[in-house]
């Protein structure tokens, strides 16, 4: 159910695209209704320490991290619609958690909204310095944003600017030392010979199907990352 919950909301991201522009840029996570949902169901759980901690947008929110790694302790901090101002705003939750583990997913939507990208990376510098601050046994893990395409079906045209994701990939990579952790490419993991997400891995371009995450975590696992 939560899948055609999230293509339900696909129309809804479309029509954020009207106010994109209004400012410098829109620090304004899309859908923003849904974060304080989300926001009251982590602030539900027990304060578990040395966990690990997925951490994004609606692509980490739809993983069931918890089946695909067999792990009733993984947690999810994914919100559908969230950017890298959204993140900042909402770090106390992991720090206080002490993670062991947090694989960072964000960007698609801050590009979606024409955030810079050289602003998209600092504010991940941002992330990650708070999290080595608060809970400096924590090891962090940036992953690659993911490839798109604009081809299939439904997709939301205001995400059409792969060549933003690529930038936004190589600031993210070339940080990985002044920020103090770990890379991980993932894009290579479900481009097609076009340079496109392949489709049988999406719904519409965008977002993943469940077949997707256990590619990821199985290279994650081969990786030694998990």
Same mark, same amino acid.
């Given at each position: 159910m939560k899948y055609l919950f999230f293509l339900f909301l696909i129309p809804l991201f479309a029509g954020a695209q009207?106010?994109?522009?209004?400012?410098?840029?829109?620090?304004?996570p899309f859908i923003p209704e849904h974060t304080p949902v989300r926001l009251k169901a982590f602030a539900a759980e027990p304060i578990l320490l040395g966990r690990v901690i997925f951490l994004g947008n609606s692509i980490t929110e739809m993983g069931d991290w918890k089946k695909v790694l067999n792990d009733t302790t993984v947690l999810n901090r994914g919100i559908g619609g969230d950017i890298t101002f959204g993140v900042l705003k909402r770090l106390k939750d992991i720090t206080d958690r002490q993670p062991a583990k947090v694989f960072i997913l964000l960007g698609i939507n801050d590009i979606g909204k024409d955030?810079?990208?050289?602003?998209?990376?600092?504010?991940?510098l941002k992330i990650v310095k708070e999290i080595h601050l608060k809970s400096p046994q924590t090891k962090i893990f #940036?992953?690659?944003? $993911?490839?798109? +395409?604009? *081809?299939?079906? %439904?997709?939301?045209?205001?995400?059409?600017?792969?060549?933003?994701?690529?930038? #936004?990939?190589?600031? $993210?990579?070339? +940080?990985? *030392?002044?920020? %103090?952790?770990?890379?991980?490419?993932?894009?290579?993991?479900?481009?097609?010979?076009d340079g496109r997400l392949k489709s049988e891995f999406s719904y519409e371009g965008l977002h993943l199907k469940p077949a997707a995450y256990v590619?990821?975590?199985?290279?994650?696992?081969k990786q030694g990352y998990l």
């Open positions: 009207n106010v994109t522009n209004q400012h410098l840029f829109d620090t304004i955030i810079p990208d050289a602003v998209i990376a600092d504010n991940y #940036v992953e690659s944003i $993911l490839p798109l +395409n604009s *081809t299939m079906p %439904n997709f939301p045209q205001h995400y059409d600017k792969e060549e933003h994701v690529l930038a #936004v990939n190589k600031l $993210l990579k070339g +940080n990985a *030392t002044v920020g %103090n952790y770990t890379f991980i490419d993932i894009f290579h993991l479900f481009i097609d010979a590619i990821w975590t199985d290279y994650l696992k």
